[in-house]
């Protein structure tokens, strides 16, 4: 007997030293004299369960308290061990009855809301650390977990008061701090949670949880580069941390380094298969890289995992929109909808793909939602002074029309022609603009009176956003208010550009490239490709485009062949003047989708626009005209990036249109503009 206590007393320090193996031989020695000891299977079932042997390891701890029934510490090894192999009603039941038995005690009762944390029972598991932590206040540990039981139910602030108090007990608890710092950010409180993160990484500088919480930190204040450079370290500590690999495939997602990104997050989901949220972000990547179909699967993987997931059902209904599935996109939505009622993303989306659609009754009054999606404060000029939308005459009334954060040139140009209509109603508009418009937008009506952005509003009686004029009018696409040139070009102007841009040949205005923000990506194109077009014999091209762009007409053989103007266009404070009137002498306006296109269709210039697919709502589905500019044509891709059928098409017609012609290179401008206004084709899609 005494050797089989010697043989067990020898097994425990070899377990405390990590000697796994010796701990395991002295044990089964110590049994083979005594099958019946009680602390020999004890400590062989904690050496098994070290090593990950968890069926070895329960089965030993099982027989040690058979023959020792009611030992607490050995019933709380046990239910741990049941907790970690996915059985902890099992060790529920085991402590319950040791509670029962012996009364409260804090090693039990954290035992037991550890158990019932992993039976995915937060409620209970609360209730349980509550009563640990009043039995022992010091109890480090269990006011931590206290704190990710409550932070998991969304009650981040009451997690904040454990995690202080865990810190309390022992300040240099680098779990506790870690958690802190997260529970910080959740709330917003940066600053603070950087503070707690950086005093983690300070006690324990390769803490992978602290690394992947002060990167997500980072993240959300998207400072990207710190994140990445985070998550990096954090995988150089872990390299099978799948919370690191999604975090880092994040930060490249939004840092539009798609192909390092999609590889980040192969990574994630290889590691944690079942992770939703990692499925819904492969989808996003794959669906900038114009990978729609690829983005489905993903999306409905995701759902497999989590069918409530609203952000899997917006995300497929972008990808089914991309594919033209468009009732399937709206089914989508409407399904994220029916889970959160509220979700802004669901409804603008569904907003933008009613418009596209025509179905403008629905499509306007969700359009609304995108003072919703970025919250912008009150312009306090607006605190008094109602929103008119369409329900009382304005006619006497001082209406003030308003522009909208984030508003582009081609915005204001194309819903301009609503502040006519408010006019033609004999409302007086106080309309305001970028300074940089006004002289263009005077062209609107002579009682106009025009301010420029942050301007005091001298005594208006209602106002309304630019954009939430279609809205007031009730406008469907049959009643689009579509006057040809509600915009004018200065006649002085006009004749001045007359004579620099000359009489000869067919005189077509080119622009290929906007400005690139996220939601027009891919609109723009090389002016590489326009070059089918340029080479028509007869073509004189002549360059609309303004800053980013104008660099390539140096880089191309070709570009001497078209006229610049370079700076001299649009010289000084007033935008688009000099442009409006080029445009006015020109045969034709070849743009992509961006200003100029509006500004041509505005003046009743001719003008050919090339779209990308999936197109912006504004240019609605399949048409080869536009309802909102009488003189425009469609041209659109067959396939997402496919630039050179367009180009292609458009140099037919072009081509078409002057063989069924006379023209000539002294032909006057009208004459040649209703030549080339005439029935465009458009790429079929």
């Not at 304005?394 to 308003?402: A, D, E, L, T």
């Not at 406008?475 to 006057?483: G, K, R």
């Not at 445009?583 to 626009?609: K, R, Y």
Request: proline residues 5%; glycine residues 8%; neutral net charge.
């Amino acid at each position: 007997m005494n050797d089989a206590r010697g043989a067990v007393q020898r097994a425990r320090s070899f377990l405390q030293e990590r000697n796994y193996a010796a701990a395991m031989q002295c044990c089964q020695n110590a049994l083979m004299r005594d099958p019946s000891r009680s602390d020999a299977h004890e400590v062989l079932g904690l050496s098994y369960l070290a090593v990950g042997d968890f069926a070895s390891g329960i089965s030993h701890l099982r027989q040690a308290l058979t023959h020792c029934a009611g030992k607490p510490s050995l019933i709380i090894n046990l239910a741990n061990a049941l907790a970690s192999s996915g059985q902890p009603g099992e060790g529920i039941t085991l402590l319950r009855k040791a509670l029962a038995r012996n009364g409260p005690s804090p090693e039990l009762l954290y035992s037991l809301a550890h158990a019932q944390q992993a039976r995915r029972d937060p409620h209970a598991a609360i209730d349980s650390y509550r009563r640990c932590v009043q039995l022992n206040p010091a109890f480090a540990k269990a006011h931590n977990n206290l704190g990710t039981a409550l932070y998991q139910l969304g009650r981040t602030e009451e997690a904040i008061e454990s995690f202080r108090a865990a810190l309390a007990a022992e300040p240099g608890y680098v779990r506790a701090l870690a958690n802190l710092g997260n529970a910080l950010r959740k709330a917003k409180q940066f600053a603070e949670a950087e503070e707690a993160l950086s005093r983690a990484l300070a006690l324990a500088p390769d803490y992978p949880a602290a690394l992947c919480n002060l990167a997500q930190l980072m993240l959300d204040q998207r400072r990207l580069e710190e994140a990445r450079a985070l998550y990096t370290r954090a995988l150089a500590r872990e390299p099978r941390l799948a919370e690191a690999h999604f975090g880092l495939g994040t930060a490249l997602y939004l840092s539009r380094e798609y192909a390092l990104a999609l590889m980040s997050l192969d990574q994630a989901i290889a590691l944690s298969p079942n992770h939703a949220e990692g499925h819904v972000y492969r989808g996003r990547v794959l669906q900038e890289l114009d990978r729609f179909t690829e983005a489905l699967a993903s999306y409905a993987r995701a759902l497999q995992l989590q069918p409530d997931s609203t952000d899997a059902l917006v995300c497929q209904g972008v990808a089914l929109g991309s594919l033209g599935r468009f009732r399937e996109a709206i089914e989508s939505y409407e399904r994220a909808l029916t889970i959160a009622p509220d979700l802004i993303s669901a409804r603008w989306n569904q907003a933008l793909l009613r418009l596209l659609l025509g179905d403008f009754e629905e499509g306007w009054r969700l359009f609304e939602t995108r003072f919703e999606l970025t919250p912008t404060p009150q312009d306090p000029r607006a605190i008094s002074c109602p929103q008119w939308r369409g329900e009382v005459p304005v006619q006497g009334k001082r209406i003030w029309v308003r522009p909208e954060p984030g508003d582009g040139f081609g915005d204001t140009i194309q819903f301009c022609r609503y502040v006519k209509l408010l006019d033609a109603l004999g409302a007086r508009v106080i309309f305001e603009v970028r300074a940089s418009l006004r002289a263009l937008m005077s062209t609107l009506s002579p009682r106009l009176e025009l301010i420029s952005l942050g301007d005091p509003v001298e005594s208006p009686d209602c106002h309304c956003t630019l954009m939430s004029l279609p809205l007031a009018f009730e406008t469907s696409v049959q009643t689009i208010p579509a006057e040809r040139g509600y915009l004018k070009a200065d006649p002085q102007r006009v004749a001045a550009w007359a004579e620099r841009v000359g009489a000869e040949g067919l005189r077509v205005g080119i622009a290929w490239q906007g400005h690139e923000r996220w939601q027009l990506k891919g609109r723009s194109m090389r002016l590489q490709q326009f070059e089918p077009l340029l080479a028509l014999p007869g073509v004189r091209p002549i360059s609309l485009q303004k800053g980013a762009g104008t660099e390539q007409l140096a880089e191309l053989g070709f570009g001497a062949r078209i006229l610049s103007f370079g700076d001299a266009l649009d010289q000084g404070p007033h935008a688009f003047l000099d442009t409006a009137a080029v445009m006015m002498n020109l045969d034709l306006v070849i743009t992509v989708d961006t200003s100029i296109a509006h500004l041509a269709g505005a003046l009743g210039v001719p003008v050919w626009v090339a779209l990308k697919t999936p197109t912006d709502w504004r240019w609605h589905l399949d048409r080869t005209d536009s309802p909102w500019y009488p003189s425009m044509r469609l041209f659109r891709q067959s396939v997402p990036g496919d630039w050179a059928r367009v180009v292609t098409s458009m140099a037919a017609e072009l081509e078409r249109l002057q063989r069924g012609s006379t023209l000539a290179a002294g032909d006057s401008p009208a004459s040649q503009r209703a030549l080339v206004g005439a029935d465009a084709v458009a790429c079929s899609r």
